[in-house]
């Protein structure tokens, strides 16, 4: 059963930091891109960042570029997103999503601004940035 497990998420003020982490299981996690996308009430879901393996390629959207940091752990099948200098409208509950890498996701601008034909989703970890 493949899983994608989002954890870090939590309140925090403007100007302050957060990691979150998304945990790969059931997946060839060196054939598989992953992205983090994601969506606050009212509001479409939103590209945050992409981390494709076969090339070392990033993507961070227009929104959060300089503040945000993708990485990952290959040994632990985990990808992080460090966020920094968070803002009140960064709200949102965020999201991990899988994609192989054969449809280079992270180069697709559908799949990389809006997920569509990602693979599989985790759940979703909340992050509220608020005084």
């Known amino acids: 059963e493949v899983q994608l497990v989002e954890s870090g998420g939590g309140l925090v003020q403007p100007g302050g930091s957060l990691r979150l982490s998304c945990v790969a299981s059931g997946i060839s996690f060196d054939s598989y891109s992953i992205g983090w996308f994601r969506q606050a009430p009212g509001k479409q879901r939103e590209g945050v960042s992409c981390i494709s393996k076969s090339d070392a390629f990033t993507f961070y959207g227009d929104s959060v570029m300089g503040r945000f940091t993708i990485s990952s752990d290959n040994d632990k099948q985990t990808v992080y997103l460090q966020m920094n200098n968070l803002k009140p409208e960064d709200t949102a509950v965020y999201y991990c999503?899988?994609?192989?890498?054969?449809?280079?996701?992270?180069?697709?601008?559908?799949?990389?601004?809006?997920?569509?034909?990602?693979?599989?989703w985790g759940k979703g970890t909340q992050v509220t940035v608020s005084q």
């Open positions: 999503a899988a994609a192989r890498e054969l449809w280079a996701p992270c180069h697709n601008h559908p799949m990389r601004l809006q997920g569509n034909g990602m693979d599989y």
